[in-house]
């Protein structure tokens, strides 16, 4: 099931805040967050698993209420270099097998552009 | 972290013919992924692939459309056979972390396959 983001377009100045947020109607083992930038492949920023923990980036930070199946980003005094496509990507209890966080579903997309 | 390089990294090709992209790993890893990303779209998983066994395909990807082989724990390809315009796209390839990272899935740079 393809978990929905929103929005799905954000502008920015230089400096602002955003949220993204990511939610789905199943229950989730983990949420992954990705930006990418055009031309160029997906970059991991963030993990959030289930129980809690969090790993990813310094300056970026994630939420995630595993009760009401979302998950949200915040990107604090936004710099031009954060400009991109962020996707969520879920992964459900059921499909997390050997380990692996494979299976990872993706939302549609959230296109955050900075400006100066 | 893992460093993924893939090859090529682009190519257009007429319909009807087949492609063979190469996905290599800079570590052994267990599960590689191959996704697919149409042109402002999201990605969709293909397929999994475990070295030593038949690669899993998702709904809607049959393996006589999209053979892949896994000789060995860094390497893996993915064969887009008898295309059609509909085939155009970024394929990319994924891997688990390694070691502590093992949360995380990287991607490679893709390949952007251009059908005419």
């Known amino acids: 099931q393809q978990p929905v983001q929103s929005p799905q377009a954000v502008i920015l100045r230089e400096g602002e805040d955003a949220v993204i947020n990511c939610s789905s109607s199943k229950a989730l083992y983990s949420v992954h967050w990705y930006r990418q930038k055009h031309g160029e492949a997906p970059v991991f920023l963030m993990i959030?698993?289930?129980?809690?923990e969090q790993k990813g980036h310094e300056k970026i930070s994630a939420s995630f209420n595993e009760k009401k199946q979302q998950s949200s980003l915040y990107l604090t005094a936004s710099q031009l270099s954060y400009s991109g496509t962020y996707f969520c990507?879920?992964?459900?209890?059921?499909?997390?097998?050997?380990?692996?966080?494979?299976?990872?579903?993706f939302g549609k997309g959230t296109k955050l552009s900075v400006k100066p | 972290s893992a460093v993924i390089s893939q090859k090529p990294s682009r190519d257009i090709c007429q319909r009807g013919t087949s492609l063979t992209i190469q996905c290599q790993v800079d570590?052994?890893?267990?599960?590689m992924f191959w996704y697919r990303q149409q042109p402002g779209q999201s990605l969709t998983l293909i397929a999994t692939a475990n070295q030593g066994s038949e690669a899993t395909y998702e709904s809607g990807f049959v393996i006589d459309k999209f053979p892949i082989s896994r000789p060995n724990l860094t390497f893996s390809t993915l064969t887009v056979s008898n295309m059609s315009p509909e085939d155009s796209s970024i394929y990319l390839c994924?891997?688990?972390?390694?070691?502590?990272?093992?949360?995380?899935?990287?991607f490679g740079p893709g390949t952007r396959l251009t059908v005419l």
């Open positions: 570590s052994q890893v267990t599960m």
């Open positions: 990507g879920t992964v459900e209890p059921y499909m997390n097998y050997g380990g692996s966080q494979g299976n990872l579903i």
């Open positions: 994924s891997v688990d972390g390694t070691g502590d990272d093992t949360d995380t899935q990287y």
């Open positions: 959030l698993l289930k129980g809690g």
